[in-house]
């Protein structure tokens, strides 16, 4: 019996990269130092992704509005004239928002919005929205403004709301005033729309 051939083991071995060779070549004090800077310059550039992603949340946030209260009226359309009453509503932000309700509560008026269409709004545009005025007669009571809430959904689709005053409100408040003088039996009354109503 012959015995068997010899064998001849390969070891297979790798070349160490250049990025490996180079760190090993350093010193212990110098790896240190380099991998210390390299965490500095991780947490500077988190740092800086956070506080950027705060600054663009914040913006997305940020309402900024003006108001005004008006009306518009016609003496011949319909026949016998009409009277409208609307809230301007205007978007100084930097981000575009929509307006989702307006609404007024006194003793005395309730205002809202006549339709239920949300108004969207690009920076720097305003919209006119129609307003049901309400009017009941209390005995002693009276207003000295109009307190509005003003419910809005953000860019980022959050909701929010903000409490304005609208003025001028003397139009609206006079008007209010005289009917109560004159009719103080009025509960519920329409005061927009036509002037003379069946």
Known sequence: MSAPPPVELL???TEP????????ALPPRGRRLLA??????????????LRDWA????????????TSFGLASSSTSPPGGSVGYFVVVRNEGARALSVTGVQ????????????????RLAPGTEAA????????????????????EISLRRAD??????????????????????????????????????????
């Open 157 to 198: 689709g959050g909701s929010t709301t903000r409490r304005v005053v609208l003025r001028p409100a003397a139009q609206l408040l006079d008007v209010a005033s005289t009917l109560c003088d004159v009719r103080p039996d009025l509960r519920d009354h329409e005061l927009s729309g036509p002037v003379l109503r069946d």
């Open 129 to 148: 929205i129609p307003m049901s005025v309400r009017l009941s007669c209390i005995p002693g009571a009276g207003e000295p403004d109009l307190p509005a």
């Open 11 to 13: 070891e297979s071995r």
């Open 55 to 66: 600054a663009e949340r914040a913006l997305e946030r940020r309402v900024v509005l003006t």
């Open 17 to 24: 990269s250049r990025l490996h060779a180079r760190w090993t």
């Open 36 to 49: 210390g800077l390299l965490v500095v310059v991780l947490l500077g550039a988190g740092v800086v992704w």
């Open 104 to 119: 007024v509560s006194t003793a005395r008026l309730r205002l809202r919005m006549r339709d239920d269409w949300d108004r």
